[in-house]
């Protein structure tokens, strides 16, 4: 076997050393990199088939025989066929056709590259793809190939074919709108077209050198043009984006009309929330979906509920359209995307705030309210929208202002910070309403943009509270009188007793008055515990009849009861009465012999004076205290008094009377808002 040298070898050396460069740098990207490994995969196949192409017919040139020429001629038609295959892979892949590199869409295509590879290496064998004879182009000896009809078949079917339909795929994608995509398909684009076209000199003996085949030296130059596309649109980093995939697999769905309403096109999601199919294409939409139950929106408009029943299921679409235009063809894009789910989560949540007892109020960084829930119709019996615009803060109490604004500006002044406060708000009675709430600082939260207060109605618990505390205020003034105040006449009774039974008969008296004293300390004991309760049944009564009872139900010892004036009260008669009798008994046990006490009435209620020493003004806050008294008393009988006129809600208070002394007035309008001095 004889051997020739031509410096057209530098070429194919040339063409050799950047496919080798080209197939170690797609290796390396394989092993080191995840991403878009088909697509390098195609890349690095198409290498080696060029490679195998170019090294082949380097020793072709290089042989002087006849039979070697035709056995490496044989491995140069197996690497263009494989070229090809290769290359429409890498097409597919680039154009997000990857479900087309499939076993059995794309299997058949390699397996009949691999059938005719195999053919034309094992030419020698059957001849069924070329003749052959030694030829002269110039001082070079070249092997002239006569091809059968069947290599022209398999040269148009596989290695022009399969390259023209790789390449018009990547003319559409150099027609696409990103820039970017257009600059890396053009550069691939160019790699096949100047192997083809030496390609096509050789196979037409036209040219310099017709009898020598510089389809491999052309390689050159289309790994230029791939070298080219990797390092100026980073091409391994950035392939063009799998558009058709993601339309096929969004959410939302979309459908293409015409300028007539027909459906052009449409993705799953669309045929999934409208019930179509694909074979619903080119019928016009109101035919397959009447436009009553499918308003459509117009060209840039969108439609934000629509209410759609779609096999058996109810969803609601929001709808947008945009206006399409392609030379002369007009149509528009209708996307439609599923807020069921959204709309669900949004009235779930209205409903929960609607018919919520909480309040909720949210106020801009000025406290100008922005939004008050419907709550506050139910629980103050204001329209909310009567608060909108109002500043927040001027809702509450004016005790409670203050301190709520300097809370305010903390919580604004400080969006990590949650307050936690409790402050009064009037309803639309007028009645005082207590709250417990907390504030938050939203303002740099898009949907709220501002401080938000939830609320609850704690005034139920706060009075039991407030009860609670005075109940247990009463037991301990039981339990004081019960350890306290009944050992001294306990322990006089037992020490009078012992004289007694020595024969002071004396002393029986004592023990007599000891006995009376702890009776009376019981019974006040028992009416200060019973009078805390609140007044709950109280009906009209007469001021002078009930005054009359009672006077008639005390010890006077002498005194006068004189009744001024009257009027009708409504109250418990039996409390008042009691009322009445510690207040007489007060009078008779204090005033002079023979006193006289007056009852009348004046223009907000009534009082009881009489004509005793009367009270010192500095002890008048401590008469009603529990066991407040300034002889033996039991200290009881004026904070009984006291508990009685709260339980009906009057106030009380003490002055000089017209005679010098005492005067109890009680005012029945104000009670409420005047605080009693109990213990």
């Known amino acids: 076997m004889g051997w020739q040298y031509t410096l057209l070898l530098i070429l194919f050396a040339g063409s050799v050393v950047l496919n080798l460069a080209l197939a170690g740098y797609y290796a390396l990207h394989l092993l080191r990199r995840r991403e ?7 890349l690095l196949f198409v290498t080696l088939s060029a490679l195998v192409w170019s090294v082949a017919y380097a020793f072709q040139l290089s042989n002087t025989t006849l039979p070697g020429k035709s056995y490496w001629h044989g491995f140069v038609l197996a690497g263009s066929v494989l070229i090809a295959v290769g290359w429409l892979a890498l097409t597919l892949a680039l154009t997000d056709r990857e479900e087309w590199l499939t076993r059995w869409r794309f299997g058949p295509v390699v397996a009949w590259g691999v059938v005719v590879s195999a053919g034309v290496i094992t030419n020698g064998s059957h001849g069924l793809f070329w003749s052959s004879e030694l030829g002269t182009n110039g001082s070079l000896l070249v092997m002239s190939p006569d091809y059968t009809p069947l290599y022209y078949a ?24 990103h820039s970017l995509y257009r600059g890396q398909a053009a550069a691939l684009m160019f790699a096949p077209i100047v192997p083809m076209l030496a390609n096509a000199k050789y196979v037409a003996r036209i040219g310099p050198l017709p009898l020598v085949d510089l389809t491999p030296v052309s390689f050159t130059i289309s790994g230029a043009a791939v070298a080219y596309a990797i390092f100026r649109y980073q091409f391994l980093d950035v392939v063009p984006v799998a558009r058709r995939t993601v339309v096929e697999t969004m959410r939302d769905g979309y459908v293409v009309l015409d300028d007539r309403d027909r459906i052009v096109d449409l993705n799953p999601a669309a045929e999934r929330l409208l019930g179509l199919e694909d074979g619903d294409v080119g019928i016009p939409i109101d035919e397959t979906f009447p436009s009553a139950a499918l308003p459509l929106p117009g060209a840039g408009e969108t439609l934000e509920e629509v209410v759609l029943d779609a096999d058996g299921e109810r969803r609601v679409l929001e709808l947008s359209s945009s206006p399409l235009s392609e030379s002369k063809a007009t149509g528009r894009l209708i996307v439609l995307r599923d807020v069921t789910e959204r709309r669900r989560v949004e009235k779930q949540y209205q409903a929960l705030i609607e018919n919520a007892m909480d309040l909720v109020i949210v106020m801009d960084e000025n406290a100008t309210i922005t939004y008050a829930s419907p709550a506050h119709e ?11 615009g109002r500043d927040g803060l001027d809702l509450l109490v ?19 910070h949650t307050s936690q406060i409790e402050f009064r708000i009037p309803d639309s009675n007028g009645s005082v309403r207590i709250f417990e709430g907390i504030g938050r600082n939203l303002l740099d939260d898009p949907f709220v943009e501002g401080i938000v207060i939830n609320s609850r109605e704690v005034t139920g618990r706060r009075r039991r509270e407030e009860q609670l505390e005075r109940t247990n205020e009463r037991l301990e003034e039981f339990a004081s009188v019960v350890s306290h105040d009944l050992r001294s006449p306990l322990a006089v009774a037992r020490g009078n007793l012992e004289l007694a039974r020595e024969g002071d008969d004396g002393a029986f008296e004592k023990v007599e008055r000891a006995h009376e004293r702890m009776n009376a300390l019981i019974d006040d004991v028992l009416a ?10 109280p009906a009209a009564i007469d001021l002078e009849a009930v005054a009359t009872d009672a006077w008639e139900a005390v010890r006077t010892d002498g005194a006068t009861l004189r009744v001024e004036d009257s009027r009708t009260l409504t109250a418990d008669r039996s409390r008042f009465q009691q009322l009445l009798e510690n207040l007489f008994r007060n009078a008779v046990d204090h005033a002079a012999p023979e006193p006289t006490v007056r009852i009348g009435v004046h223009t907000d209620g009534f009082y009881v004076a009489d004509d005793g020493p009367g009270i010192a003004p500095d002890l008048r806050d401590r008469v009603f205290e529990h066991g407040y008294s300034t002889n033996d008393g039991t200290g009881l009988g004026l904070s009984i008094v006291a508990r009685i006129a709260e339980a009906h809600g009057w106030s009380v208070s003490v002055a000089e009377s017209e005679d010098g002394g005492a005067r109890f007035e009680f005012d029945l309008k104000t009670g409420a808002e005047i605080e009693t001095p109990v213990a």
Not at 36 to 42: D, I
Not at 154 to 177: A, D, H, M
Not at 529 to 535: E, L, P
């Open 528 to 537: 200060l515990a019973r009078q805390g309760q609140a007044v709950s049944d």
């Open 378 to 388: 139910r629980v103050l019996g204001c329209d909310p929208e009567t608060f909108v």
């Open 398 to 416: 004016p005790e409670d202002r203050e301190r709520l604004r300097a809370e305010f500006h903390r919580v604004v002044a400080d969006p990590s």
């Open 36 to 42: 878009n490994r088909v697509v390098v995969g195609a």
């Open 154 to 177: 398999v040269q148009f079917s596989i290695r022009y074919g399969l390259v023209l339909i790789g390449t018009y795929l990547l003319v559409q994608l150099v027609r696409g709108p």
